[in-house]
């Protein structure tokens, strides 16, 4: 047994001790190095970077909204402006509790209790240092109100901003839109930052398609803030340089629309629903585009709460929606020229041939009778004075001679069933038939087939047709330019921030060509006969200039074949649609016309006068004292 001891090793555990201590002395003096080399590229090499983003903590960007372009008419007078107006406004990072602040702002009147919850949605949508709107213009007792609570708000205040003012109320209103509140929608198309401090955006016509131009860009100033956010002139004796960037205010739009002519159309309307459109046929400028009833649009840049824009939409007259765009009907006798010009061209009748009118129609091998207007006979007539008097029984024999293709093919060019391309959103094309369109459009074999009898309502603007006040005017605007024609437009010129307009060209159209000159002359001297001795004579009464006109009335119902059409038995939105399209001076076109009344009854008796006051308007320019009331026997009027 081995009794030796061990002795312990001093030298070997020194060593140790050594290597490990040196080993942490260069360990501790790398991360010392490290730290000195990072601290001298911080605050030497970095100094002004990060200088400027530490200035950035105690300056806040306030965005200076941009003042929204104006809107002119044709001779300058202003149709939409600015005005300031006071508005509550939130930040949602600077309120402590934004469930009790609604709250609270509710109770003060200040927010609806219906809003309240959209209020919520729109707040998040925006980021939590931006300044939200929650109530848009404020009234004097409003502004009071909140003025003595003021200090039990913090992160709520009132703000100067500027909102949409349109001097003349309704007029104008389906032309030009309105602007609102942006809401949460809008914000997912538009760019945050642009419309930063921004409270309203257009929503349609006018203000809608020409957002951007007249948007303009914001600006910015720098505000320096105290941790709690709120405006100070210095912190301590640093007194930063704060830097703004002033707004360039949105560009001003030059109108086609006659303020004068636009006024007389939607006064002569009267409290009637219906539509008019009125223009210039030498370069497609809208002169009119009136749709009653109208509302007032101040209201939208007020704020509408929700039961106010209910009782806006559930109104069942629709003040909101646009008839001279959006609403379709069928045509009536407008379509007349049309067909005539459609048989002179496919050599479908002899202009001069008379054919006996006895007041009702039937196809051959067929015992459906359709009867002309009124029960009315007019003997013997011709090309033009069938146009001139409207005869139904001429026209429902002419169709049924051209065939519904070839009237289909031959209006297409003229605008039927296509949007104009005017230059706002919202048009409907309306509806050319045709046997290829009814057998797309409907599924069942049976009711895929055209029926003859279905040609001969063609002839006289009924059935499946439908077209806008729009498409009319324009179709009057074709037949005043024989075959030539323009885009319809509102916008003809651009002001810049110097006052100088830059005008936009007109767009021109394909022309309709294959029309004769003598097919033209025929046609058209039937539309002036229309306003000298025919359907609509009663209008030309005192006019210093020609008128080439045409009447029509739009059925709403099917009337039986043993029923007779007793307008006064008829309930009022039952009754016919009158119509009526032309332009003038007949020699030398320089508005052509287009006018709707729903459930007026006949076109002679209740949009031809119409259509005289607002061409007076334009051509003499005496809106202030338009043409003589007009009435129309019943007995004279075929359409």
Not at 32 to 39: A, D, K, N, S, Y
Not at 315 to 323: Q, S
Not at 432 to 442: D, G, N, T, V, Y
Not at 546 to 566: C, D, L, P, R, S
Request: glycine fraction near 10%; include cysteine; hydrophobic fraction near 40%.
């Amino acid at each position: 047994m081995d009794s030796r001891v061990r002795i312990k090793d001093h030298w070997n555990e020194q060593r140790i001790f050594t290597q490990r201590t040196l080993g942490a002395v260069i360990v501790i003096a790398l991360m010392m190095l490290t730290l000195i080399g990072r601290l001298t590229y911080l605050q030497v090499f970095r100094h002004d970077y990060y200088a400027e983003l530490s200035q950035g903590n105690r300056v806040r960007l306030d965005p200076i909204p941009a003042s929204r372009g104006l809107i002119f008419d044709r001779n300058g007078k202003v149709m939409a402006d600015n005005e300031p107006a006071y508005q509550l406004e939130l930040i949602r990072e600077q309120v402590p509790d934004l469930n009790d602040t609604l709250r609270r702002l509710t109770a003060l009147g200040l927010i609806d209790r219906d809003e309240l919850e959209d209020t919520r949605r729109m707040i998040f949508s925006r980021r939590t240092f931006d300044s939200v709107p929650v109530r848009l213009r404020l009234t004097d007792e409003e502004i009071g109100r909140f003025a003595v609570h003021r200090y039990q708000f913090p992160g709520v205040d009132l703000a100067t901003r500027q909102t949409r003012h349109y001097p003349y109320g309704q007029l104008g209103v389906h032309a030009l839109g309105y602007v609102s509140a942006i809401s949460v929608q809008d914000l997912e198309h538009i760019d945050r930052v642009s419309y930063a401090g921004t409270t309203l955006i257009g929503k349609l016509g006018i203000e809608s398609n020409y957002e951007r131009p007249l948007h303009g860009r914001n600006g910015f100033r720098e505000i320096l803030v105290n941790a709690q956010g709120r405006s100070v002139q210095r912190e301590g004796v640093f007194a930063p340089e704060l830097h703004s960037q002033a707004p360039l205010a949105g560009d001003d739009l030059v109108l086609s629309i006659d303020l004068a002519t636009q006024r007389a159309a939607e006064d002569a309307l009267g409290d009637r629903r219906g539509a008019v459109v009125a223009i210039d046929p030498t370069n497609g400028d809208v002169l009119a585009l009136a749709s009653k009833p109208g509302f007032d649009p101040a209201a939208f840049a007020r704020g509408l709460s929700r039961a106010e824009y209910a009782q806006l939409s559930d109104d069942i007259d629709k003040p909101l929606f646009n008839r001279a765009l959006r609403g379709t009907y069928p045509s009536g006798s407008t379509i007349k020229p049309v067909i005539a010009l459609a048989a002179l061209t496919y050599h479908n009748v002899d202009p001069n041939r008379q054919e006996f009118c006895a007041g009702v129609f039937h196809l051959p091998g067929s015992a459906h009778l359709y009867r002309e207007g009124k029960g009315g006979k007019h003997g013997y007539v011709d090309l033009e004075r069938a146009i001139a008097r409207s005869c139904d029984v001429y026209f429902y024999g002419l169709a049924a001679t051209i065939g519904a293709e070839h009237i289909a093919d031959f209006m297409a060019p003229f605008g039927y069933g296509a949007i104009t391309g005017i230059d706002i959103s919202g048009e409907k094309p309306g509806l050319l038939p045709s046997p290829e369109w009814k057998r797309k459009a409907f599924k069942r074999p049976q009711d895929q087939i055209w029926f003859p009898g279905e040609t001969v309502n063609f002839g006289v603007g009924q059935g499946y047709l439908l077209v806008t006040p729009l498409q009319l005017a324009h179709v009057a605007s074709v037949l005043a330019g024989r075959g030539k024609s323009f885009r319809p437009r509102l916008l003809t010129g651009v002001r810049d921030l110097d006052g100088n307009v830059k005008p936009i060209a007109p767009t021109p159209l394909p022309p309709i060509d294959g029309i004769s000159s003598d097919a033209w002359d025929l046609v058209l001297r039937g539309m002036v006969g229309a306003t000298t001795y025919g359907t609509a004579a009663a209008i030309s009464k005192g006019a210093s200039y020609a008128i080439a006109g045409k009447t029509g009335t739009a059925q709403v119902f099917t009337v039986g074949q043993n029923e007779k059409y007793v307008e006064k038995n008829v309930a009022e939105r039952l009754r016919d649609h009158a119509w009526f399209i032309a332009f003038a001076p007949a020699d030398a076109p320089r508005i052509a016309i287009a006018v709707l009344v729903e459930n007026g009854g006949f076109g002679a008796s209740a949009a031809a006068p119409i259509a005289r006051k607002v061409m007076d308007a334009y051509l003499l320019h005496e809106a202030t004292s338009p043409a003589e009331d007009i009435a129309v026997p019943e007995s004279q009027a075929s359409d």
